[in-house]
């Protein structure tokens, strides 16, 4: 079977689905990413299933919902049992390698006990080969900025410099001691045009890049980090003040009460992020919009570097995120909970072909389940009864599927299996540490396995700050989203074998487009 073409599938951790020029934003700059939506099929209302990093890739790389992945968290198991797009890339003749990292920890009953990669969640997913590492110690590209000349000796604390203990930062101390071509970012890229240059021209290629940024620590080297001037950095969409925020809800009041600087400044201690004033909240804002536009320029290089070696009409180019960042929204800052800010995320994707529709947006309910099912069908292979998502090649070829989802979905495992803290603080059982997501046009639903639920109306009270659960005045409406959330779930249960029904003929199966 030939192979379609190259298939190239690149992650920027942690970034917005709000966050491209293209879409308005007002302090954004990303020409590179725009000139790709405008060579390809943009959907604007494009969601992940699950946060933190590993359960929101286990969806993205498997075409599972987490509710059937069961990855809850970072350090959670992949469950061996269930293929990905790595395996089905070999499956179909590619020979898929990793430029960065995947975040998955391996199943424990599949390796000897004291294997030393049940040590680490950030193992490579299985059927990747990889070609350059990327983890949190970083140690292979402190190696690679020791060879350009740059001082990296003090590891990740050195280059990266600290902010003031106990405060207050300004944007200044938010900048990295290396230069800006030396970013992790940069170094991604530089490898992957390395191995660009290696390929047979005959022999099609498969290759995941996963870049960390815009994935903090919140800091980037000049000219960047001054790019973004104070006025065009828009004010957070929150409450009056924290406390306004936590009366929300019981979940939203334990979230507030432990995010630290630590996780997303360089040295911010234990200080909490709610205790940052508007300034510094400005500041890590603007840095932030400037670490999109970093990576932009870097995926500008890549994208120049695919048409020089002529490649470029010859690759489907898949851009998107794990999952995306509440950036001072609602007084929050990382990926957590249910607010869209953690859970929109952009996807671009550029198909060869004269045919193929160039610079189309879509605004139906895509979600990143649907990226492994698109891979399978675009590679000539059937596609795995596993899958809970939905091929978005019809998108890709200027065609409107019959039917589509009308609602998008995702779910937060907040479980912590080896503290217990969220059961104690909140009275809750273990397995009760989870909340799921049901977002229709107008209305939101959230649903806690253990918790009241929530109901926001988006159409009057787009930044949910009202919770209309109970209202006497929406109880049509709330019971239409329960019912609807639980017939998502009804219908997307684990279903790798269900459509398989044996007969005195042997096994009767429905084929995977049927199944919707």
Avoid at 56 to 69: C, F, I, V
Avoid at 138 to 163: P, R, T
Avoid at 263 to 277: A, E, H, I, Q, Y
Wanted: proline share 7%; aromatic share 10%.
């Amino acid at each position: 079977m030939a192979l379609p073409g190259n298939t190239l599938l690149i992650t920027a951790d942690q970034w917005r689905g709000d966050c491209l020029s293209i879409l308005g934003h007002p302090a954004v700059r990303t020409p590179h990413i725009d000139a790709l939506a405008a060579d390809g099929v943009l959907f604007e209302r494009h969601y992940c299933q699950a946060a933190p990093c590993s359960p929101a890739r286990a969806s993205l790389y498997t075409g599972l919902y987490q509710m059937n992945h069961r990855v809850c968290r970072n350090g959670s198991p992949l469950d061996a049992r269930f293929t990905n797009i790595a395996q089905e890339g070999r499956r179909a003749g590619y020979g898929p390698v990793l430029l960065g990292y995947t975040d998955q920890t391996l199943d424990p009953r599949t390796r000897h006990p004291k294997d030393p990669r049940l040590k680490t969640y950030e193992e490579v997913l299985p059927g990747f080969e990889r070609h350059t590492k990327y983890d949190e110690h970083a140690l292979d590209w402190l190696d690679w900025l020791e060879g350009k000349g740059e001082d990296a000796s003090g590891g990740l604390k050195g280059v990266y410099g600290s902010v003031p203990q106990d405060g207050p930062f300004s944007r200044e101390d938010l900048t990295p001691k290396f230069a800006s071509e030396h970013t992790e970012t940069g170094y991604i890229t530089e490898r992957f045009l390395d191995y660009l240059g290696q390929q047979d021209a005959d022999k099609p290629w498969f290759a995941h890049l996963s870049f960390i940024r815009p994935h903090p620590p919140f800091s980037v080297p000049e000219p960047y980090n001054s790019m973004i001037e104070d006025a065009l950095v828009p004010d957070p969409n929150r409450a009056t003040s924290v406390e306004a925020e936590a009366a929300q809800h019981p979940f939203l009041r334990f979230m507030l009460d432990r995010v630290p600087s630590k996780s997303f400044v360089p040295g911010g201690g234990d200080r909490l992020v709610t205790d940052w004033s508007d300034d510094e909240i400005r500041a890590v804002r603007a840095v932030y919009f400037a670490m999109v536009a970093e990576v932009d320029a870097q995926l500008g290089r890549l994208v120049d570097g695919l048409k020089k070696a002529g490649v470029y009409e010859d690759t489907l180019i898949v851009l998107t995120s794990d999952h995306a960042e509440m950036l001072g929204d609602h007084h929050l800052f990382g990926k957590l909970g249910y607010f869209e800010q953690s859970y929109h995320i952009p996807l671009i994707v550029r198909m060869p072909g004269a045919d193929s529709p160039r610079g189309v947006r879509v605004d139906r309910f895509t979600e990143s389940i649907d990226i492994a099912p698109t891979l399978a069908e675009w590679s000539g292979i059937p596609t795995p009864l596993q899958y809970d998502g939905r091929s978005l090649l019809p998108f890709l070829e200027g065609k409107e599927p019959s039917t589509w989802r009308d609602a998008a979905h995702w779910e937060f495992d907040f479980r912590d299996v080896v503290g217990g803290v969220p059961e104690k603080e909140l009275g809750l059982r273990l397995d009760q540490c989870q909340l799921a997501v049901r977002r229709e046009g107008r209305f939101k639903y959230v649903h806690f396995a253990g918790l009241a639920p929530l109901l926001f109306d988006l159409e009057n009270d787009p930044h949910e700050l009202v919770n209309l659960s109970g209202n006497p005045d929406y109880a049509t409406e709330e019971l239409a989203a329960a019912r609807g959330m639980l017939s998502w779930r009804q219908a997307m249960s684990e279903r790798t074998l269900n459509g398989i029904e044996v007969t005195a003929e042997g096994p009767v199966e429905r084929s995977f487009a049927e199944r919707f």
